[in-house]
């Protein structure tokens, strides 16, 4: 049996190029244990998440142009950004435990 991950390329490389042919996380979840994987939603973004694809709100699908990669970058560098903030939210709510260096962490 081919590997996951290689199966999900191929399937994106040849049916799904470009935003316009992207598939529904559940249509791909669908395919991949119809061809004999016992995945979860879970183990499947995994997979995905290591491959050179986009997975956006149309969909997953392989790239066509430079235009839906750039996007693509531009979206994650703003998740980035997000999760940034949020744990400076969260160190410094929890001031006091950095203080005295109870989680081990750098101030």
């Known amino acids: 049996m081919m590997h996951l991950s290689r199966l999900i390329?191929?399937?994106?490389?040849?049916?799904?190029?470009?935003?316009?042919?992207?598939?529904?996380?559940?249509?791909l979840l669908a395919?991949?244990?119809?061809?004999?994987?016992?995945?979860s939603d879970r183990e499947l973004r995994a997979v995905y998440a290591e491959l050179p694809v986009?997975?956006?709100s149309?969909?997953?699908?392989?790239?066509?142009t430079a235009a839906e990669v750039q996007a693509f970058y531009e979206y994650l560098q703003k998740r980035v950004k997000a999760e940034m903030?949020?744990?400076?939210?969260?160190r410094r709510a929890?001031?006091?435990?950095?203080?005295?260096?109870?989680?081990g962490l750098p101030i």
């Open 9 to 27: 390329l191929h399937k994106l490389r040849a049916e799904h190029v470009g935003k316009d042919r992207a598939i529904t996380r559940a249509d």
């Open 31 to 39: 395919y991949v244990r119809e061809m004999g994987y016992d995945v």
């Open 54 to 56: 986009v997975a956006d």
């Open 58 to 64: 149309h969909g997953l699908y392989y790239p066509a």
């Open 85 to 90: 903030a949020r744990a400076a939210r969260v």
């Open 94 to 103: 929890h001031a006091g435990l950095f203080e005295d260096r109870q989680l």
